[in-house]
């Protein structure tokens, strides 16, 4: 077990809504990643927080943002919904430095699947 | 740009024999290279990383920087490998780029 934990498991919103989606990093790993998952796709990187920072993104637009907190914990929050933001969510943590490249071994939580009708 | 390609959506071999599965990059420096495997109700988890030059249930990657490949091998296969079976590269700028997967299917 990798002591990754996601919540919710599953969630339905309307399109222009706001969601956040949360994640629980295995405890000592202070670097977590975010990906979208879309059906049929390998994940996508949105970003990293390392030590409470953003340390990386990729490319998704601003209204894609994030928060990590001192306990481990982190959340994605996703504004102004739209109908392609419906994939799986996945929360991965890791040991990390905060350096530039990166060869660390990704713990990845079970997701939360977002649907955007 | 870091781009990740496994050319086969959908891979099935009979137990026992050879299994290869594909991936190759695009990456202008020296790429950090993984496979990552999900089995069946099972999260995400890494398999192996070129770095370690390991092999994890029989299962072994090269990384070839000439053919820019770094494909996955298992000499007998089991039916227990049946999974989704992705390729990833860790390059600048902490992101960790998935090819689109290949789903492998062990037959008895």
């Known amino acids: 077990e990798t002591g990754v934990t996601q919540s919710p498991t599953h969630l339905i919103k309307t399109r222009g809504q706001q969601v956040t989606l949360r994640c629980s990093s295995q405890?000592?790993?202070?670097?977590v990643s975010w990906y979208q998952q879309a059906l049929g796709q390998g994940p996508q990187f949105i970003f990293q927080?390392?030590?409470?920072?953003?340390?990386g993104r990729g490319n998704f637009p601003p209204r894609f943002s994030g928060l990590q907190f001192p306990n481990y914990s982190s959340e994605l929050n996703v504004n102004a919904l739209e109908l392609d933001d419906s994939a799986l969510y996945l929360c991965a943590s890791s040991l990390g430095s905060g350096a530039g490249s990166s060869n660390e071994k990704l713990f990845f939580g079970s997701g939360t699947q977002l649907s955007v009708l | 740009a870091q781009r990740v390609t496994q050319p086969e959506k959908l891979l099935s071999v009979f137990k026992g024999a050879p299994v290869e599965l594909k991936c190759n990059y695009s990456y202008s420096g020296s790429p950090e290279l993984f496979w990552y495997v999900q089995y069946s109700r099972q999260r995400l988890q890494l398999l192996l990383r070129h770095i370690s030059r390991e092999s994890i249930k029989g299962f072994t990657a090269d990384l070839n920087k000439g053919e820019t490949s770094f494909h996955l091998k298992k000499p007998f296969a089991q039916e227990e490998d049946s999974a989704m079976y992705y390729c990833a590269l860790s390059g600048w700028g902490n992101d960790m780029r998935f090819g689109a997967g290949t789903r492998l299917t062990v037959k008895p």
């Open positions: 405890s000592g790993h202070n670097t």
């Open positions: 927080y390392y030590r409470e920072e953003e340390n």
